[in-house]
C-alpha cells in the first residue's frame, strides 16, 4: 500500500492555459474525491467517484473544469483556460468500499498539486 | 448546511506545555467528527474521528477529543507537546454521507 499519490505535484502555468492533474488512489479504493485548498483555507469539496461513476459535483467545479475516472482506478481532472483565481492546492481522496453506505469510511489523502498561474 | 469554525489560526506554544484547538460546528442533522493534521510537504492524515459512542476519543499520539453535542464543540488537547507536533490541524465534519466539510485549520507551532 503506496497511498494516493498525485502528479504533478507542483504545476506553473500562465492564464489562459490547460492543465491536467492525475491522481491514483489507494489500490481496491473505490471511492475517490477531489478537494480544493486556498491559502489560509480548509479543503473544499470538488467532486466525488464511486467507481468510475461521478456521483456529485460541488458548485465550486466551474463549467472549465472536469473530472473523469474512466476505468475505476485512476482520476484526471482538468481544467480549461485557467485564471489567477485557480491558483490552489489540488488534493486527492480515496476510501475503501464500505458494506452499508459510506458511514464512517476514512479518507486518505494525497500530497496534492500546487497550482500557481501566472 | 454544516459548517466549521476554528477560531485560532495560530496557536504557539512551547514544549511540554498542554495545548487546545478549539471547534465548533454547525449542522442541523447529526455529523461525524474528524481532526486530521497536515504536516508540511505532506498529505492531510486522519488524527482521530468520533462516529458513536464515548464521547472522547483518543489518538496513538497522545492527542484526544471530546465531542461535546449541547455546545456543538470538539476541541482538541494534548496534556504536553512536542516539537514533532507542529503542523496545521484541521476539524471535520461528514453528515453523513461521503463528503467532508473543513474548517479553516489552526497551525500549531511548538516552541523549544
Known amino acids: 500500500d503506496t497511498g494516493v499519490s498525485q502528479d504533478p505535484r507542483h504545476k506553473i502555468t500562465k492564464r489562459g492555459q490547460n492543465v491536467t492533474f492525475r491522481c491514483d488512489p489507494i489500490?481496491?479504493?473505490?471511492?475517490l474525491y477531489w478537494y480544493r485548498q486556498t491559502l489560509g483555507q480548509g479543503p473544499e469539496f470538488l467532486t466525488y467517484f464511486q467507481n468510475e461513476a461521478q456521483l456529485e459535483k460541488s458548485r465550486l467545479l466551474s463549467d472549465r473544469f472536469s473530472a473523469e475516472r474512466p476505468k475505476g482506478s485512476f482520476s484526471t481532472l482538468e481544467i480549461q483556460r485557467t485564471e489567477q483565481g485557480d491558483s490552489a492546492m489540488y488534493l486527492c481522496a480515496s476510501s475503501p468500499p464500505t458494506a452499508g453506505g459510506p458511514t464512517n469510511d476514512e479518507q486518505y489523502f494525497g500530497p496534492g498539486t500546487r497550482l500557481t498561474v501566472t | 448546511a454544516q459548517s466549521v469554525t476554528q477560531l485560532d489560526s495560530q496557536v504557539p506554544v512551547f514544549e511540554e506545555a498542554p495545548v487546545e484547538l478549539r471547534c465548533n460546528y454547525s449542522?442541523?442533522?447529526?455529523?461525524?467528527l474528524f481532526w486530521y493534521v497536515q504536516y508540511p510537504n505532506q498529505g492531510l492524515q486522519l488524527l482521530l474521528k468520533y462516529l458513536s459512542g464515548s464521547t472522547l476519543v483518543e489518538s496513538i499520539n497522545g492527542f484526544e477529543a471530546e465531542f461535546n453535542k449541547s455546545q456543538t464543540s470538539f476541541h482538541l488537547r494534548k496534556p504536553s507537546v512536542h516539537i514533532s507536533d507542529t503542523a496545521e490541524y484541521f476539524c471535520?465534519?461528514?453528515?453523513?454521507?461521503?463528503?467532508?466539510?473543513f474548517g479553516t485549520g489552526t497551525r500549531l507551532k511548538v516552541l523549544a
Open positions: 489500490s481496491e479504493h473505490n471511492r
Open positions: 471535520a465534519v461528514r453528515p453523513g454521507t461521503y463528503k467532508y466539510i
Open positions: 449542522s442541523s442533522v447529526s455529523v461525524y
